[in-house]
């Protein structure tokens, strides 16, 4: 089993910055991909970043240059690093991982962290 906990979530106004954690538990495989996902009210879970084995890195395009996402594969730990926050940036982020077993991939998801930008 895998279980996900997020931190560094908060208030914080526009401009401004906030970095995200998500300690992964259990049994960890480095080809496990990660990424942290936010849903705003009345709106879907989106992919914010994402990071696969051998760092490969993708990310929304409404947060590139301003977003990071890395992973310490030795702590099982990945991290968004949120710069220049915008209030449209305002969501519940949630840390996911994707593991893929042949031709199926099982997603696990963390609980979530209220991410709040204001103007």
């Known amino acids: 089993q895998v279980q996900l906990v997020e931190s560094g979530g908060g208030l914080v106004q526009a401009g401004g910055s906030l970095r995200l954690s998500c300690a992964a538990s259990?049994?960890?495989?480095?080809?496990?991909?990660m990424g942290w996902y936010r849903q705003a009210p009345g709106q879907q879970r989106d992919l914010v970043a994402a990071?696969?084995?051998?760092?490969?890195?993708n990310y929304a395009d409404s947060v590139k240059g301003r977003f990071t996402i890395s992973r310490d594969n030795a702590k099982n730990t990945v991290y968004l690093q949120m710069n220049n926050l915008k209030p449209e940036d305002t969501a519940v982020y949630y840390c996911?991982?994707?593991?893929?077993?042949?031709?199926?991939?099982?997603?696990?998801w963390g609980q979530g962290t209220q991410v709040t930008v204001s103007s």
């Open positions: 990071i696969a084995s051998g760092g490969i890195t």
């Open positions: 996911n991982l994707d593991r893929t077993i042949i031709a199926s991939v099982r997603a696990y």
């Open positions: 259990g049994t960890i495989f480095r080809i496990d991909k």
